[in-house]
């Protein structure tokens, strides 16, 4: 079943070159901000690959009563070659809200003037879904917010990932700031509960994604967990391979291992944050993840959420 519809900014004026996708294909709008996608059997949502300030406006549920699928976006800005983003990961507020980290992300985000914030995954059940949606959002923070899926995110349903998907989107999406093409990635299994969709398609997916972008972009890859056990970002599946820094990948960021590192491999960044309430498994501190765009070079540092202290405290912080 074919797809089809426009893509227009608020003021009702159509944008063009904005990639259209269903999971499976992607096309370009046209002058004209209208799209026709093929269709893809297993696609629940229709969406555009773009960042915008809002949490839902850039992605429909897809219907058979529907004829066209009309976008009214609000895009956040994407022509900064310099920029900064923030990343963060598994806050599993199960049993608490997001005020013991929340106040240090809006910080932050505004100290470093942050583009865009990424959340990691792993929020942790529905509940949990439901308020990190509401209370971590552009209105709160400031800037526009994207999530990716972890494992402890997949639910009871028809699939895994269905309720993630009513409430935070695709699993699987792109959008462009500056020269950076940014990716996010789903984890391939729940835990305890499976996907509803193949690695190979959602690599299929990626390749036609790619097939839209720029030859001087480079890309960065957001996902909750590793990318392969080989390490060097090469990935074959299903009898093709997926050599992700010969297709312009330059950094591949992540959470899953409660820990904080980087360092670079085969060319690329391999980046985890660690938790930004807790602190992680290395005994590392609270931190979250300032990454720093120039042009198309890529570098990151931790900002540590500590908590405040008594200046005439004996305790030192030493690793």
Not at 232 to 257: C, K, R, S
């Amino acid at each position: 079943m074919k797809i089809s519809g426009y893509v227009f900014d608020q003021n009702n004026q159509p944008m063009q070159g904005i990639i259209v996708s269903d999971g499976m294909n992607s096309v370009l709008t046209d002058e004209n901000g209208a799209f026709i996608l093929s269709g893809w059997e297993k696609a629940a949502l229709v969406y555009c690959n773009i960042l915008t300030t809002g949490s839902n406006d850039w992605y429909q549920k897809l219907s058979k009563e529907k004829g066209e699928y009309v976008f009214h976006l609000s895009p956040a800005k994407s022509n900064l070659e310099n920029h900064t983003f923030l990343h963060l990961s598994d806050t599993e507020i199960i049993n608490t809200t997001c005020d013991c980290f929340l106040p240090f992300v809006i910080a932050k985000a505004k100290e470093n003037k942050a583009s865009f914030i990424m959340h990691g995954g792993d929020i942790c059940g529905e509940d949990a879904m439901i308020r990190h949606r509401k209370e971590m959002s552009f209105e709160t923070v400031g800037v526009p917010i994207r999530y990716s899926i972890g494992n402890h995110d997949f639910l009871d349903g028809a699939y895994g990932e269905q309720r993630y998907e009513e409430l935070y989107g695709p699993i699987w999406y792109s959008f462009d700031i500056g020269n950076i093409h940014y990716v996010v990635q789903s984890i391939p299994k729940g835990s305890g509960f499976n996907s509803g969709y193949t690695i190979s398609e959602q690599y299929t997916w990626l390749k036609n994604n790619l097939e839209n972008i720029n030859s001087n972009q480079k890309v960065i890859i957001f996902r909750h967990d590793h990318c392969a056990e080989s390490g060097d970002f090469v990935v074959n599946i299903e009898n093709n391979t997926y050599d992700l820094p010969q297709m312009g990948l330059i950094a591949w960021i992540q959470g899953h291992a409660h820990t904080n590192f980087a360092f670079q491999t085969n060319g690329v960044y391999h980046v985890c944050s660690s938790r930004p309430d807790c602190g992680g498994i290395d005994n590392t501190p609270a931190s979250i993840r300032l990454c720093t765009i120039h042009g198309t070079d890529f570098t990151t540092k931790p900002l540590f959420n500590l908590p405040e202290h008594d200046e005439s405290s004996d305790a030192v912080w030493s690793t």
